[in-house]
């Protein structure tokens, strides 16, 4: 059983950094198609960025592009998101996902993805 564990959420004014680390267990990132998502409240959940397995890339939302950038460390069986310029716009529940067999076109879908993380709140606010 995969299971997902966020961590590195907090409160930066704007401008700020903040790390985000996803620790995945009962499987290896490596395997699987890794992705953030993050919802704000009354908006529906949207796509930040995500890295395919087996090295296949690391894609990027247009509203991120340039300021976060997603890594994985396979010895530790952690995907990171490192978080820079932050605003005020980027406050959301950040959630980790994992797939298996994510097709590429299906990137950004969050349907594509079977095991969520229970997130973590990441707050831009001076």
């Known amino acids: 059983q995969v299971r997902l564990v966020e961590s590195g959420g907090g409160l930066v004014q704007p401008g700020g950094s903040l790390r985000l680390s996803c620790a995945v267990t009962?499987?290896?990132?490596?395997?699987?198609?890794v992705a953030w998502f993050r919802q704000a409240p009354g908006k529906e959940r949207e796509y930040v960025s995500a890295i395919r397995r087996f090295g296949g890339g690391t894609y990027y939302a247009d509203s991120v592009k340039g300021r976060f950038t997603i890594s994985r460390d396979n010895a530790k069986n952690t995907v990171t998101l490192q978080m820079n310029m932050l605003t005020p716009e980027d406050t959301a529940v950040y959630y980790c996902a994992a797939g298996e067999g994510v097709i590429l076109s299906s990137t950004a879908d969050d349907r594509a993805y079977a095991y969520w993380g229970q997130g973590t709140q990441v707050t831009v606010s001076s």
């Open positions: 009962g499987g290896s990132p490596r395997t699987y198609t």
